[in-house]
Nanobody, 119 residues
Framework: QVQLVESGGGLVQPGGSLRLSCAAS????????MGWYRQAPGKQRELVAT??????TYVDAVKGRFTISRDVVKNSVYLQMNSLKPEDTAVYYC??????????????WGQGTQVTVSS
């Protein structure tokens, strides 16, 4: 059983910054990929950023403003969000592709953390 727990969301003014954290715990052999998704009211969930062993990707809307990073030892992923805009307002979800000690891979989701950008 694996759990993902996000933190770091909140209310911030346009131009401000937030740092989201996500920690995975449970029966983990390896984490193949981690990422952040977001869902705004009335919109579909969209990919924000992903990180694997050798690749980092971002949605065009956040390039140059957001930075994804990871700590393999801590089974954690982070999203540094700078120059925030009102259109960044959404529930942000952590996602991870995790292989168990039994060598079974599965995709997990966190519960979500609210990010609100407003003046």
């Amino acid at each position: 059983q694996v759990q993902l727990v996000e933190s770091g969301g909140g209310l911030v003014q346009p131009g401000g910054s937030l740092r989201l954290s996500c920690a995975a715990s449970g029966s983990i052999f390896s984490i193949n990929a981690m990422g952040w998704y977001r869902q705004a009211p009335g919109k579909q969930r969209e990919l924000v950023a992903t990180i694997t062993r050798d690749r980092i990707t971002y949605v065009d809307a956040v390039k140059g403003r957001f930075t994804i990073s990871r700590d393999v030892v801590k089974n954690s992923v982070y999203l540094q969000m700078n120059s925030l805009k009102p259109e960044d307002t959404a529930v942000y979800y952590c996602n991870a592709d995790i292989t168990s000690p039994a060598r079974i891979s599965y995709e997990y989701w966190g519960q979500g953390t609210q990010v609100t950008v407003s003046s």
